[in-house]
């Protein structure tokens, strides 16, 4: 069956780094469009991050441009987030998705496998 599995979240102070992992099974992941999304407490889960099948186009939300990057390696059907330049604001669950369906890529709905989460905490 289809499995997306995060890891890689924890506890990091404002200004440091973090890489997360998204592992992939149970579907074609090489031909898959993948992103992440973020949920912090209280508010909507959030588009974070995209990037097409074959990597040559990636979308990133304005608050983590140029702080974050999202890259795959089809080969270990694995999906990467590495996180510069930590803020508090930042702090949230992150999600990894596969989007299956049609539509504008920063909504939820366009995606059909997530991941259980893992949670990343900026904070002093």
């Known amino acids: 069956q289809v499995q997306l599995v995060e890891s890689g979240g924890g506890l990091v102070q404002p200004g440091g780094s973090l890489r997360l992992f998204c592992a992939a099974s149970?579907?074609?992941?090489?031909?898959?469009?993948m992103g992440w999304f973020r949920q912090a407490p209280g508010k909507e889960r959030e588009f974070v991050a995209l990037?097409?099948?074959?990597?040559?186009?990636?979308y990133y939300t304005d608050s983590v441009k140029g702080r974050f990057t999202i890259s795959r390696d089809n080969a270990k059907n694995t999906v990467y987030l590495q996180m510069n330049s930590l803020k508090p604001e930042d702090t949230a669950v992150y999600y990894c998705?596969?989007?299956?369906?049609?539509?504008?890529?920063?909504?939820?709905?366009?995606?059909?496998?997530w991941g259980q989460g893992t949670q990343v905490t900026v904070s002093s």
């Open positions: 149970g579907f074609t992941f090489s031909t898959t469009t």
């Open positions: 998705a596969a989007k299956t369906n049609s539509g504008d890529y920063s909504l939820v709905r366009a995606y059909g496998y």
């Open positions: 990037i097409t099948w074959s990597s040559n186009r990636t």
